[in-house]
């Protein structure tokens, strides 16, 4: 009888984490522009990042898709993989800008770093390790995808591989 109610327990604490984090963490969104349409689908009350570019037709924010606080959209040939996160009074949840800390970057210091993977090299720039980071315009015709050809390391070091250039917001606390 108490291995039953032990299994029961540990279920039912697995089901609550479960809940607690589709409830408060990111969200995957696959959206794909085919034949160059437009699609839109949309969210509630959330904030967006691109977290990785499937198609070989840029992903840039603000041309080839974006969102609101309610819609998110792809267009000409722009396919991808979006973490949604819920906000909750204006401060993104989990991952994103806020990571998920509640003190929020919103009045951090925002810089723009432009770095270039020339002839494939990697190359990297120091931006912290509080640092928040999001790609918001891809100058390569090579893709651009996260934790493949860019991401930041446990050092605090922005990096592109593979002939990803782009340009990245980086917003630091204040």
């Given at each position: ?8 327990s540990?279920?039912g604490?697995?089901?609550?984490g479960?809940?607690?984090?589709a409830?408060f963490g990111?969200?995957?969104l ?9 699609v ?12 990785r ?5 840029s ?7 974006g969102?609101t606080?309610?819609?998110i959209w792809?267009d000409?040939?722009c ?6 996160t819920?906000?909750d ?10 990571r998920g800390?509640?003190?929020g970057?919103?009045?951090?210091r ?8 020339n ?5 990297t720039?120091?931006?912290?390790v509080?640092?928040q ?13 996260e ?6 390391d446990s050092?605090?070091r922005?990096w ?12 630091r606390?204040?």
């Amino acid at each position: 009888m108490k291995l039953h109610s032990c299994v029961a327990s540990v279920a039912g604490l697995t089901l609550m984490g479960t809940l607690a984090f589709a409830q408060f963490g990111p969200t995957r969104l696959t959206l794909e522009s085919n034949n160059g349409h437009r699609v839109s689908r949309a969210v509630e009350n959330s904030g967006v990042r691109l977290i990785r570019q499937l198609s070989r037709k840029s992903c840039i924010e603000g041309r080839t898709w974006g969102y609101t606080s309610n819609r998110i959209w792809v267009d000409d040939g722009c396919r991808a993989i979006f973490a949604i996160t819920p906000v909750d009074n204006g401060r993104t949840r989990g991952r994103g800008w806020d990571r998920g800390n509640g003190r929020g970057y919103g009045l951090g210091r925002t810089e723009t770093v432009r770095l270039e993977s020339n002839s494939g090299r990697r190359e990297t720039r120091y931006v912290g390790v509080d640092a928040q980071v999001r790609l918001t315009r891809q100058l390569s015709n090579k893709p651009c995808r996260e934790g493949r050809s860019w991401g930041v390391d446990s050092d605090g070091r922005l990096w592109v591989d593979d002939g990803c250039r782009a340009e990245f917001t980086v917003r630091r606390r204040p």
